[in-house]
């Protein structure tokens, strides 16, 4: 690679890092692993760079290649180790944005990965619908049909705390 190639290199990733972040973060819900799937993908960026410096949309690249990390690691045997739901200390009180953020979260855990991947795309990082289609290498139709799923599991899985709210508002 060129002195002139890196640099360019260098520059795209200054510029996304930030949003591949964000997306890894929200794919997997921790952070040490955001970093990890962003270090990952941005590995191979730059083994694909002479290739992807000539395409059109590089971040559309790179936003696949984030995805697809993502959705290998997961089938990884040690990343079915689930933590257990007692913990040794007690954490403080967390402020009100990460107590949204978390619960965002939890709801996006339980769903499978393909939608939640849609959810993540289109929602979080504002991708079109094609745009979402071309990253997760499947037609726009699918995307629109997970998209549709996605929500109405989302729904399904706030009713029940609604229906809790409102009963603890009633008493």
Known sequence: MTPSEERQFRDFVQGALPGLRRSAYLLCGDRHGADDLAS?????????????????????????????????????????????AVLPDSPAPPDPD??????????????????????????????????????????????????????ADLRGLLAPSAAEANGRDAS
């Open 98 to 151: 990460v107590v949204q953020r978390s619960a965002l979260l939890a709801l996006l855990a339980r769903l499978p990965a393909r939608r939640r991947a849609v959810l993540v795309l289109r929602f979080l990082d504002d991708l079109s619908v094609e745009q979402t289609a071309e990253v997760l290498g499947c037609s726009a139709g699918t995307v629109k049909t997970q998209t549709a799923r996605g929500l």
């Open 40 to 84: 990952i993908a941005i590995g191979k960026l730059f083994r694909a760079w002479n290739r992807v410096s000539r395409v059109d949309e590089p971040m559309a690249y790179l936003r696949k290649m984030l995805v697809n990390v993502w959705l290998d690691e997961r089938r990884r045997p040690w990343r079915r180790e689930r933590s257990t």
